[in-house]
């Protein structure tokens, strides 16, 4: 734990402590007073407001969206089913900035619903919603859907003999049964839309703004360290709310279930109803989450076919020192040393984790690994320039300190992906490796290594599509001579002119085919079977 808790300690909570308590000091004392002061301005209650409305309406719409898809995955087999699997998935790993940048072609201004029919939603509550249920749609699918695969259809069919409508034994025999999946699925998009801030700042425009979007604009516009402090202490005070509520509820209603292999439960679809569903799941596919994607590559080519993306290797003056294409290099190379500190990072808290008698103790350090996806991104950022400008910590001119913020980020996916591997592991294996003279090292290199290869692999790629994508910190830390893709996007996105505008969906359509090819090589790994697992 030593190594995990020192990486927290130096490069999450000192930053972020940093930047609070130099915004809530005042004469060289906290002036708790301050967060009233804040809390009671109109505006800052407005953002509270649409910030927990906006979320709760995205989950809403995003379960409602997204559940019937979860059946069709878990439940119906049909061609082309491992094919429209990643094909939903992708939304997920695309960086939000591409996501807003997707849905500005599809209904901004001069976007596809406007040269048709003259519609914009850019200026609308909508055009949030949907991004957010385009992001968040592979959540329910994968989290709901992966358990819904593995119950036994015989419950339900026994409800059915019983004299039970289909529709009474679904909500009295399997929706309680899925009650802990949904309960988790909402709970991420909860979190993810409530913390939206790529989304939000590319599709809200000056009339909508998040809790994170303000906390920016007070921190890198308006300079008001003190506000964004106590918006920070809000939010974060909020997201653990969240989560309390959510482990209380989930501990309660979590009973044994009855599991089945995934690969038996599901069939080809019979009679209309199903056909039907499965029909109105693949439009809405189509609709909602290919279509952005597809405006978005044409968008990048316009009339002048590879135009912008040749306009790409032009310096400009403007707001880029080099070419806005070296984007591309910086991004992979900040991507590829974030996940080499995020797999060392998480893989050795995984390890400290599956001690199942450190009691209280590895609890609390669970917890400590999930803040940096609870507490504001752009806090973080800020934090880094506040902290770490002073040796032995002087790390702002260092291009590491990119690496590091993303790293933050990644380290609760490598975490969550290799703990459950490593916790199945049987004990006995290494108390055998260890009477036949193995020491401790070689014992974890030849008995769990083998075992827990894949799931780092998984966990990389994943570290690899977050890093790749991050922006909420990066965007104060990336020298202008070394942007990364999100932040060239962003920073092409807030100047005029089509050629602007061209190269940002241009730049923006190269991060989303680095991004699909991470989840390419990710579902090989998931759904390879030559190994074992």
Same mark, same amino acid.
């Given at each position: 734990?030593?190594? /995990?808790?020192?990486?927290?300690?130096?490069?999450?909570?000192?930053?972020?402590?940093?930047?609070?308590?130099?915004?809530?000091?005042?004469?060289? =004392?906290?002036?708790?007073?301050?967060?009233?002061?804040?809390?009671?301005?109109?505006?800052?209650?407005?953002?509270?407001?649409?910030?927990?409305?906006?979320?709760?309406?995205?989950?809403?719409?995003?379960? @409602?969206?997204?559940?019937?898809?979860?059946?069709?995955?878990?439940?119906?087999?049909? &061609?082309?089913?491992?094919? @429209?699997?990643?094909?939903?998935? !992708? /939304?997920?790993?695309?960086?939000?900035?591409?996501?807003?940048?997707?849905?500005?072609?599809?209904?901004?201004?001069?976007?596809?619903?406007?040269?048709?029919?003259?519609?914009?939603?850019?200026?609308? !509550?909508?055009?949030? @919603?949907?991004?957010?249920?385009?992001?968040?749609?592979?959540?329910? !699918?994968?989290?709901?859907?992966? #358990?819904?695969?593995?119950?036994?259809?015989?419950?339900?069919?026994?409800?059915?003999?019983?004299?039970?409508?289909?529709?009474?034994?679904?909500?009295?025999?399997?929706?309680?049964?899925?009650?802990?999946?949904?309960?988790?699925?909402? #709970?991420? !998009?909860?979190?993810?839309?409530?913390?939206?801030?790529?989304?939000?700042?590319?599709?809200?425009?000056?009339?909508?703004?998040?809790?994170?979007?303000?906390?920016?604009?007070?921190?890198?516009?308006?300079?008001?360290?003190?506000?964004?402090?106590?918006?920070?202490?809000?939010?974060?005070?909020?997201?653990?709310?969240?989560?309390?509520?959510?482990?209380?509820?989930?501990?309660?209603?979590?009973?044994?279930?009855?599991?089945?292999?995934?690969?038996?439960?599901?069939?080809?679809?019979?009679?209309?109803?199903?056909?039907?569903?499965?029909?109105?799941?693949?439009?809405?596919?189509?609709?909602?989450?290919?279509?952005?994607?597809?405006?978005?590559?044409?968008?990048? #080519?316009?009339?002048? =076919?590879?135009?912008?993306?040749?306009?790409?290797?032009?310096?400009?003056?403007?707001?880029? @020192?080099?070419?806005?294409?070296?984007?591309?290099?910086?991004?992979?190379?900040?991507?590829?040393?974030?996940?080499?500190?995020?797999?060392?990072?998480?893989? +050795?808290?995984?390890?400290?984790?599956?001690?199942?008698?450190?009691?209280?103790?590895?609890?609390?350090?669970?917890?400590?690994?999930? +803040?940096?996806?609870?507490?504001?991104?752009?806090?973080?950022?800020?934090?880094?320039?506040?902290?770490?400008?002073?040796? &032995?910590?002087?790390?702002?001119?260092?291009?590491?300190?990119? &690496?590091?913020?993303?790293?933050?980020?990644?380290?609760?996916?490598?975490?969550?992906?290799?703990?459950?591997?490593?916790?199945?592991?049987?004990?006995?294996?290494?108390?055998?490796?260890?009477?036949? =003279?193995?020491?401790?090292?070689?014992?974890?290199?030849?008995?769990?290594?083998?075992?827990?290869?894949?799931?780092?692999?998984?966990?990389?790629?994943?570290?690899?599509?977050?890093? +790749?994508?991050?922006?909420?910190?990066?965007?104060?830390?990336?020298?202008?001579?070394?942007?990364?893709? /999100?932040?060239?996007?962003?920073?092409?996105?807030?100047?005029?002119?089509?050629?602007?505008?061209?190269?940002?969906?241009?730049?923006?359509?190269?991060?989303?085919?680095?991004?699909?090819?991470?989840?390419?090589? #990710?579902?090989?790994?998931?759904?390879?079977?030559?190994?074992?697992?």
């Amino acid at each position: 734990m030593a190594v /995990p808790v020192a990486f927290f300690a130096v490069f999450f909570a000192y930053p972020v402590a940093a930047i609070v308590a130099r915004g809530l000091d005042a004469e060289g =004392g906290l002036q708790f007073g301050r967060i009233a002061d804040v809390l009671a301005q109109s505006d800052v209650r407005h953002v509270l407001w649409f910030t927990t409305w906006q979320a709760l309406a995205s989950t809403a719409l995003t379960l @409602l969206v997204a559940l019937p898809g979860a059946y069709v995955f878990a439940r119906l087999d049909f &061609p082309g089913k491992q094919a @429209l699997r990643a094909v939903v998935t !992708v /939304p997920f790993v695309l960086p939000t900035v591409v996501v807003g940048t997707a849905f500005l072609a599809l209904v901004g201004r001069g976007g596809l619903l406007d040269e048709l029919w003259g519609v914009r939603l850019d200026t609308t !509550v909508w055009a949030i @919603l949907l991004a957010h249920v385009f992001f968040n749609y592979a959540v329910v !699918v994968r989290t709901v859907g992966g #358990l819904w695969s593995q119950l036994d259809p015989r419950q339900e069919e026994a409800a059915r003999m019983l004299g039970a409508s289909p529709l009474r034994a679904w909500r009295q025999v399997t929706l309680p049964a899925l009650a802990p999946a949904v309960a988790a699925a909402a #709970l991420m !998009v909860f979190l993810f839309t409530f913390t939206s801030f790529g989304v939000v700042q590319i599709l809200g425009g000056p009339t909508f703004s998040t809790l994170e979007v303000e906390i920016y604009r007070q921190t890198s516009q308006v300079f008001d360290l003190s506000t964004a402090a106590v918006l920070t202490l809000v939010q974060f005070a909020a997201v653990a709310v969240v989560l309390a509520v959510h482990a209380w509820t989930v501990r309660r209603r979590e009973t044994a279930l009855t599991l089945v292999d995934a690969a038996t439960t599901a069939r080809r679809p019979r009679g209309r109803g199903q056909w039907a569903l499965l029909a109105g799941v693949l439009g809405v596919v189509a609709a909602l989450l290919v279509l952005p994607l597809a405006v978005l590559v044409q968008r990048s #080519l316009g009339a002048s =076919g590879f135009g912008y993306y040749r306009a790409l290797t032009r310096e400009d003056g403007g707001a880029f @020192l080099v070419p806005p294409v070296e984007a591309i290099g910086n991004s992979l190379q900040y991507a590829v040393a974030a996940t080499a500190v995020a797999v060392v990072i998480g893989a +050795l808290a995984a390890a400290a984790l599956t001690r199942r008698d450190a009691g209280r103790l590895v609890r609390g350090f669970d917890a400590l690994l999930m +803040l940096p996806l609870g507490v504001s991104a752009v806090t973080v950022g800020f934090g880094f320039l506040i902290a770490l400008d002073e040796p &032995p910590l002087d790390l702002r001119s260092s291009w590491i300190l990119v &690496p590091l913020a993303q790293a933050l980020v990644g380290v609760p996916f490598v975490v969550r992906t290799v703990l459950p591997v490593l916790r199945s592991v049987d004990g006995r294996l290494r108390e055998a490796a260890a009477v036949l =003279g193995a020491s401790p090292w070689r014992a974890w290199r030849e008995v769990d290594l083998p075992m827990v290869r894949r799931a780092l692999l998984v966990a990389a790629g994943f570290a690899f599509a977050v890093s +790749l994508g991050e922006f909420g910190a990066t965007v104060f830390i990336a020298r202008p001579d070394n942007p990364t893709l /999100p932040v060239a996007v962003a920073r092409l996105l807030g100047r005029p002119g089509d050629m602007n505008y061209g190269q940002a969906m241009a730049l923006s359509t190269i991060l989303m085919l680095v991004c699909a090819v991470a989840l390419v090589v #990710l579902e090989r790994l998931r759904t390879d079977r030559s190994g074992e697992f």
